[in-house]
Nanobody
């Protein structure tokens, strides 16, 4: 079964940048939608950014700072995160919908220090 593998998380100071990557362990065909969610400790999982067709949606808290993108050659999904804030600290999960099936990664931890 295809799995999504996130990478790029880590510890960064406030104001810094990170780029998260999400790559499938095998071939995924007909990706219809992709997205990033995050879950802070003790809180629910929230949407960060989604991209479906030509429509991109961002949480208000990350607009202007985060950018979701995709490399169509290797089906890798990215989340560029700039001007990070301590409130961005969370486990970040990527998700992809392909041929009616939703896939989730296991998450990568992002910690932003003040």
């Amino acid at each position: 079964q295809v799995q999504l593998v996130e990478s790029g998380g880590g510890l960064v100071q406030a104001g810094g940048s990170l780029r998260l990557s999400c790559a499938p362990s095998g071939s995924i065909f007909s990706i219809n939608a992709m997205g990033w969610y995050r879950q802070a400790s003790g809180k629910q999982r929230d949407l960060v950014a989604t991209k479906w067709g030509g429509i991109t949606n961002y949480a208000d808290s990350v607009k202007g700072r985060f950018t979701i993108s995709r490399d169509n050659v290797n089906d890798t999904v990215y989340l560029q995160m700039n001007n990070l804030k301590p409130d961005d600290t969370a486990v970040y999960y990527c998700t992809v919908v392909a041929s009616g099936v939703r896939y989730w990664g296991k998450g990568t931890l992002v910690t932003v220090s003040s």
